[in-house]
């Protein structure tokens, strides 16, 4: 198995040491773990404080090789980096990810309009089908305007925040319309996308994106895919991969795709 989504202590929101990860993952026997901490620029935070939240990248790099050196024998450790994916930013967001050697970027859009879904300002005074088509809408534009990436990121994650009144989490056929449109971009500019299993512990029951994205990107022609559980603590490292690989097996998948400097490589399901 291969674990293409990980936070560890560089991530704000994670605790787990590098390498309290690594032991986990030679542990459950994955072939490789790919790290990718957080990276989001100028973004809102509580106190009303755009900020950027990025850690070291050099030390974090500096660390990643050591790692890599030492359990050389026993997995694969890939340098890879969550990035904040915002429109206004597309200049630094090329500079970071041009600057440094990653094997990996995941892509994510978890701002609009410089606020993160997680404090869910996108859904006030909104109902839930507006919030989604922003939403939705706003990934476009940045999948047309945006290439410094490999895969998009929980590309429904919009669904995680809409608990509460928005009972129904569930997308609707005019979403679908503007993801077909997005998954055309994607693949059309050789990008691809993640499927992401921390769905499944957020309450979605679902990867994110869900099992109807996964067969419209297959569809489309769609073949660079990644696998990650999005762990920021160790016990979830792995977490439902393999149970994902049948699902991606069972709509016609066969392969999944890691990275090496960027560029894909595709494992035999
Ligand atoms: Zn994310
Ligand atoms: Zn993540």
Same mark, same amino acid.
């Given at each position: 198995?291969?674990?293409?989504?990980?936070?560890?202590?560089?991530?704000?929101?994670?605790?787990?040491?590098?390498?309290?990860?690594?032991?986990? &993952?030679? +542990?459950?026997?994955?072939?490789?773990? &790919?790290?990718?901490?957080?990276?989001?620029?100028?973004?809102?935070?509580?106190?009303?404080?755009?900020?950027?939240?990025?850690? +070291?990248?050099?030390?974090?790099?500096?660390?990643?090789?050591?790692?890599?050196?030492?359990?050389?024998?026993?997995?694969?450790?890939?340098?890879?980096?969550?990035?904040?994916?915002?429109?206004?930013?597309?200049?630094?967001? &090329?500079?970071?990810?041009?600057?440094?050697?990653?094997?990996?970027?995941?892509?994510?859009?978890?701002?609009?309009?410089?606020?993160?879904?997680?404090?869910?300002?996108?859904?006030?005074?909104?109902?839930?089908?507006? &919030?989604?088509?922003?939403?939705?809408?706003?990934?476009?534009?940045?999948?047309?305007?945006?290439?410094?990436?490999?895969?998009?990121?929980?590309?429904?994650?919009?669904?995680?925040?809409?608990?509460?009144?928005? +009972?129904?989490?569930?997308?609707?056929?005019?979403?679908?319309?503007?993801?077909?449109?997005?998954?055309?971009?994607?693949?059309?500019?050789?990008?691809?996308?993640?499927?992401?299993?921390?769905?499944?512990?957020?309450?979605?029951?679902?990867?994110?994106?869900?099992?109807?994205?996964?067969?419209?990107?297959?569809?489309?022609?769609?073949?660079?895919?990644?696998?990650?559980?999005?762990?920021?603590?160790?016990?979830?490292?792995?977490?439902?991969?393999?149970?994902?690989?049948?699902?991606?097996?069972?709509?016609?998948?066969?392969?999944?795709?890691?990275?090496?400097?960027?560029?894909?490589?595709?494992?035999?399901?």
């Amino acid at each position: 198995m291969y674990d293409y989504h990980v936070h560890t202590l560089f991530s704000k929101d994670s605790t787990m040491k590098v390498e309290e990860g690594i032991r986990r &993952a030679v +542990e459950i026997g994955l072939k490789e773990i &790919a790290f990718t901490d957080h990276a989001e620029i100028n973004v809102w935070r509580p106190g009303d404080v755009i900020v950027d939240d990025l850690f +070291e990248i050099p030390i974090y790099i500096d660390k990643m090789y050591q790692y890599k050196e030492k359990y050389k024998d026993k997995i694969n450790i890939k340098l890879g980096i969550e990035i904040g994916l915002q429109r206004e930013e597309k200049d630094r967001i &090329a500079q970071i990810i041009d600057e440094y050697p990653f094997d990996f970027v995941i892509g994510s859009s978890h701002t609009i309009e410089k606020y993160d879904l997680y404090f869910r300002q996108l859904f006030q005074e909104k109902t839930k089908k507006e &919030a989604y088509e922003r939403y939705f809408q706003e990934v476009l534009k940045i999948v047309q305007e945006i290439e410094s990436y490999n895969v998009y990121g929980h590309l429904d994650l919009v669904r995680r925040y809409a608990y509460g009144e928005y +009972e129904d989490i569930s997308i609707c056929n005019i979403e679908m319309e503007i993801i077909e449109e997005i998954l055309k971009v994607i693949i059309q500019k050789g990008k691809g996308i993640e499927v992401n299993t921390s769905g499944f512990r957020y309450g979605i029951d679902s990867t994110n994106p869900d099992i109807d994205v996964l067969k419209l990107y297959k569809d489309l022609g769609g073949e660079i895919i990644t696998v990650g559980s999005d762990a920021h603590k160790k016990e979830d490292i792995g977490y439902r991969i393999g149970e994902t690989y049948d699902i991606l097996k069972d709509i016609g998948y066969k392969y999944i795709t890691t990275f090496e400097r960027m560029e894909p490589k595709f494992i035999k399901l």
